[in-house]
């Protein structure tokens, strides 16, 4: 907290602090991003780091992650891989090793792992959208940033034990792997028959019905978009997020059996706290119907006059066979 008020007194209130904490308390989640403390280099620790953040969110203290790799310890280049992976879909995303670890740059492995984790931080980098309207939407509304299941699918008893698992909003499903040397692993796929998951990477449907078993290779971990969603993207490859500041945005929109889709973005200019006190800010609802696209301003008041949302791409997934798992 006093580190808070010392960098919004050096800035004069200016612009927003980032501060990082290991301890952490009820409030915490005003002032600072957390991280799950000093793991370790193991697949169980990579496992866990899902449930300790989701248990995080659904106290209020949204801004949470694990160290990539594991603090203590050398992990093998596998578990590396994989955790590069699932902490993409964490909401904060961080490297981190201690003194004397194995050094672990993604530059000094070969460039078949390097493709690997440059693959994963570019998903990551593609879906800052997505990210920055959820912690947007959060000071609205309070929902979680990242949820279980149970969240959106209380009426599934399944979803209950599942710990491996999140979704990112209500439209994003993802399911870690963390464990070594699988070709397969189940994932659940919740909301019944009538709720249809997008895979991300090769656009087949799966339905709501439980869980599928689903082949996976150390290119990715299963992720899915749901039917009915707009997902936000920005695809052009950069250095840093200041440099795709300017960028068009893609919009992945994923028809519902009525031909319909919907999500929201939030631009703002990313460090000040104008969207506070000037109301300078562009909060849209998307709507697509068959071909057409539809904005709405959703707070009219605002002064949206520097944050226009410019499209430069639809890609439309669109149900045109049976769910992989159709019954």
């Known amino acids: 907290m006093s580190t808070h008020q ?11 602090p980032f501060v990082l904490t290991r301890s952490h308390f009820a409030g915490t989640q005003r002032y600072s991003a957390i991280w799950t403390g000093d793991n370790t ?5 990579l496992s866990v780091s899902y449930s300790e953040c989701l248990d995080a969110n ?23 891989q994989r955790w590069y992976q699932a902490g993409v879909w964490l909401p904060f995303y961080r490297a981190h090793s201690t003194t004397g670890s194995m050094r672990r740059e993604p530059y000094l492995f070969d460039e078949e792992v390097q493709q690997v984790i440059r693959n994963a931080l570019q998903l990551r980098y593609k879906h800052l959208p997505v990210w920055y309207t959820l912690f947007y939407e959060h000071t609205r509304n309070k929902d979680p940033i990242i949820r279980p299941l149970f969240y959106h699918y209380p009426q599934d008893t399944d979803v209950y034990r599942i710990s491996d698992h999140l979704l990112v909003g209500r439209d994003i499903l993802v399911r870690a792997v963390a464990e070594p040397g699988v070709e397969s692993v189940q994932v659940y796929f919740p909301g019944g028959a009538d709720e249809h998951w997008i895979s991300v990477d090769n656009a087949e449907v799966y339905d709501g ?4 078993n689903i082949s996976v290779t150390i290119d990715g971990i299963p992720v899915y978009y749901r039917r009915g969603s707009v997902i936000v993207r920005k695809e052009t490859v950069r250095l840093s997020s ?12 994923n028809l519902d059996a009525d031909n319909k889709a919907s999500g929201t973005v939030y631009l703002d200019d990313n460090t000040s706290f104008n969207y506070v006190d000037n109301k300078e800010y562009n909060y849209l609802k998307i709507d697509m119907d068959g071909s057409d696209v539809t904005l709405t301003k959703i707070d009219e008041d605002s002064n949206s006059d520097n944050f226009d949302f410019i499209i430069d791409q639809v890609v439309v997934n669109k149900l045109i066979k049976e769910p992989e798992n159709g019954k």
């Not at 019905?209 to 599928?212: A, I, L, S």
């Not at 440099?243 to 929109?253: F, K, Q, S």
């Open 6 to 16: 010392g960098l919004m007194a050096r800035d004069n209130g200016t612009t927003r």
């Open 41 to 45: 280099a193991d697949w169980g620790y």
């Open 209 to 212: 019905n439980g869980f599928v």
């Open 242 to 253: 200041d440099e795709m500041a300017n960028d068009g945005y893609t919009l992945y929109v």
């Open 58 to 80: 659904l106290l209020g203290i949204v801004f949470c992650g694990a160290d990539i790799g594991g603090f203590e310890n050398d992990p093998d280049v596998e578990l590396l």
